[in-house]
C-alpha cells in the first residue's frame, strides 16, 4: 500500500471518495462558494484549485442562476481551453443534491454535454452514413484517450533520450507532494509522463512546449535544465530545513503529507523527536520502529520468496486455493513496495468459509513467527483483508510490508483487476466506467448504482464478470495485460 493510509489524506468512506472537484465560480455566491469548499474535502472529495488539461476531474459550474445558452458557452469555452478528455461538467446542482441526500447522485440529469458545434446544412448534405455517428457519444470517441485504454511503456520511460530533465522535474514533483501540494505535483508529474514518452532529445522551447502537458513556463523550465544542467527552482524549494524534514517524515510508513507537516509544526525535526511524541497512532509506531526496514523496495526475488511461504501455507489449508501475487509484483516490476496476495478458489462464495480460510491462513502465518505485526484486519464488503507485517524466516531477513485479501469467488475478477493496479490505471478505469453510466470497485461491475447513507447499495444491476478479460470487455476497451498498467 501506498507511504499514507486514504483515511488521513480526507475523511475516509464519504461519498465523494476518489473524486477530484474543481469548482467554477461563474455566478456562484461566495457564501455557498465557502460551504461548498468545506463540504467536498469532509465527504472524502479532493478540491482541486486550478483546472488541469489532463487528468480526472469533475467540473461543476453554478446551472442555477445562468441562462442554459451561456452556461452551454463556458463548458464550450473550458473545454477548449483545457482540453481533458477526462473532466466531467456537471451542473452545480448535482453537489446540492449530494449534499441533500448524503449519497453521491448519478451523473445522468446534471452532467453537461460538450455540445458540438452545429455542421452547416451544407455540410449536412455531404455527410455520407460513414462520417455520421449520430449514437456515439463523447466517452465513445475519446475512450482512446483514457489511461486505461493505453499501454503503459516501462522500457521508453527508464531509459530516454530526456532523462536529465525528467529527473530534475521529479525532485519538484516529489517535494510538492511530501508538502501537500498535490496538485502542483500532479501537473508537473502529468509533464514528466509526457516528456518521457517523447523518443527525441528535446533541444528547444518550442519542442518542448508541443508536448501534452507542457506549458509554457515548464518549457521554460526544460530549456533552463538543457542549459544549465540544473533548475535553479530544485534548490530553492528542496533545499530548506522545512522539505528536507517533510521529505523525511513523509518516509515513516502510516504518515503522509499532512502527518509530516503536523509533525513538523509540533517543532519535531528528526526521527529521535518522533519517538518522545506521546500522540502517535499503532501504525506510525511500527512504521517509526522499522523505519529502515520499510522504507526500503523490496527486490522481486524478495517477494517471490514471501510469496511462496504465503502460498504453501494457504494451499496447507486448502489444496484448491488460488493464490496470487498482485500489485507492482504481477504487474512485473522489478522493486515492491510491500507484497498484496490475494486469494480464492473456483467454488468460494460461502461467507464462513471465507473467514475461516482468511482466519486459518492469519494463525498458521503468525504460529511460524512469519507476521511480526499486524496493521489492521477487515471486512470490506465480502472480502476479508489483512494489513501487516511479515519476516522471512531466514537470518538478515528484514521486515516487509504484506497485504491479504481472502474474496468470494464471483468478485475475483473486480479484486484482481483492482489488487493489481496500478493506482493510476485503477482511477482511470473506475472513472470510464461512471461515464459509461456504471460503478466498478473491487467487489463488482455494476449498472446503476445508487449510494444510500454514505454506504453504496447496489442496488444497480452486478454485471458477471468472471475474468479481467470480461471487465475490459464490459467497458469496451482493449485487454491489457498487468504488465501494461503501469501508468
Ligand atoms: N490501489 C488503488 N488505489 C490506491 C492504492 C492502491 O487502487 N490509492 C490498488 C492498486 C494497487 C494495489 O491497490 C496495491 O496497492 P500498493 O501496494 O500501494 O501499490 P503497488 O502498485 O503494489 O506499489 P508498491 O510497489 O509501492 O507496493
Ligand atoms: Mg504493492
Given amino acids: 500500500m501506498s507511504n499514507e493510509l486514504p483515511a488521513k489524506r480526507r475523511k475516509a468512506g464519504g461519498f465523494f471518495d476518489d473524486l477530484s472537484i474543481h469548482l467554477y465560480p461563474a455566478a456562484l455566491s461566495k457564501i455557498r462558494q465557502g460551504i461548498f469548499e ?10 482541486v484549485s486550478s483546472l488541469p488539461k489532463s487528468g480526472q476531474i469533475l467540473v461543476l459550474i453554478e446551472d442555477n442562476a445562468i441562462e442554459p445558452a451561456r452556461l452551454q458557452q463556458i463548458v464550450r469555452d473550458l473545454s477548449q481551453k483545457h482540453p481533458n478528455p477526462e473532466a466531467t461538467y456537471l451542473g452545480m446542482s448535482w453537489l446540492s443534491k449530494c449534499l441533500e441526500t448524503g449519497q453521491q447522485c448519478l451523473f445522468d440529469e446534471f452532467e453537461l454535454k460538450v455540445s458540438e458545434p452545429k455542421p452547416s446544412e451544407s455540410n449536412l448534405g455531404k455527410m455520407t452514413k460513414k462520417d455520421e455517428h449520430p449514437k456515439e457519444s463523447y466517452v465513445d470517441r475519446n475512450r482512446h484517450k483514457f489511461v486505461c485504454a493505453q499501454s503503459s511503456s516501462d522500457e521508453a520511460t527508464s531509459t530516454h533520450p530526456n532523462k536529465l530533465i525528467t529527473d530534475e522535474l521529479e525532485k519538484l514533483a516529489g517535494a510538492y507532494k511530501n508538502s501537500n501540494d498535490q496538485w502542483r505535483a500532479f501537473g508537473y508529474q502529468k509533464a514528466i509522463t509526457s516528456i518521457k514518452n517523447y523518443p527525441k532529445a528535446i533541444t528547444n522551447r518550442d519542442e518542448a ?11 521554460d523550465k526544460i530549456i533552463e535544465i538543457i542549459e544549465q544542467g540544473s533548475l535553479q527552482k530544485v534548490s530553492e524549494v528542496c533545499n530548506n530545513e522545512r522539505m528536507q524534514v517533510l521529505a523525511l517524515f513523509n518516509r515513516v510508513w502510516g504518515a503522509g503529507p499532512k502527518t509530516a507537516e503536523q509533525w513538523f509544526l509540533k517543532g519535531h525535526r528528526t526521527l529521535e523527536d518522533l519517538q ?3 500522540k502517535l497512532t499503532a501504525h506510525q509506531k511500527v512504521g517509526l520502529r522499522l523505519f529502515h526496514d520499510l522504507d526500503e523496495r523490496m527486490q522481486r526475488e524478495e517477494c517471490t520468496e514471501i510469496y511462496a511461504h504465503v502460498q504453501a ?3 496447507e489449508i486448502n489444496p484448491n486455493l488460488e493464490v496470487v501475487a498482485c500489485g507492482s509484483y504481477r504487474r512485473g516490476k522489478p522493486t515492491c513496495g510491500d507484497l ?7 467454488k468460494l462464495d460461502d461467507d464462513l468459509e471465507i473467514s475461516s480460510i482468511f482466519n486459518g491462513l492469519l494463525n498458521r502465518l503468525r504460529a511460524h513467527n512469519f507476521l511480526t505485526d499486524d496493521l489492521s484486519i477487515m471486512s470490506e464488503g465480502r472480502q476479508r483483508k489483512y494489513l501487516g507485517v511479515c519476516k522471512l524466516l531466514k537470518s538478515g531477513a528484514k521486515h516487509r510490508r504484506l497485504d491479504i485479501i481472502v474474496v468470494p469467488v464471483e468478485e475475483r475478477a473486480t479484486a484482481l483487476m483492482y489488487f493489481t493496479g496500478s493506482a493510476h490505471f485503477n482511477r482511470s478505469m473506475r472513472l470510464l466506467a461512471i461515464k459509461m453510466g456504471m460503478s466498478l470497485s473491487e467487489h463488482a461491475l455494476v449498472t446503476d448504482v445508487v449510494r444510500v447513507n454514505k454506504e453504496k447499495a ?16 464490459a467497458l469496451q476497451l482493449p485487454y491489457r495485460a498487468p504488465n501494461e498498467r503501469n501508468h
Fill in 209 to 219: 512546449a508541443a508536448l501534452p502537458n507542457v506549458g509554457k513556463k515548464m518549457a
Fill in 313 to 315: 501455507t494457504a494451499l
Fill in 276 to 278: 518522545n511524541d506521546d
Fill in 458 to 473: 447496489n442496488t444497480g444491476t452486478v454485471i458477471p464478470t468472471p475474468t479481467e478479460a470480461s471487465v475490459f470487455e
Fill in 38 to 47: 468545506r463540504q467536498i474535502p469532509q465527504n472524502g472529495g479532493q478540491l
Fill in 340 to 346: 498484496d496476495i490475494l486469494i480464492t478458489h473456483p
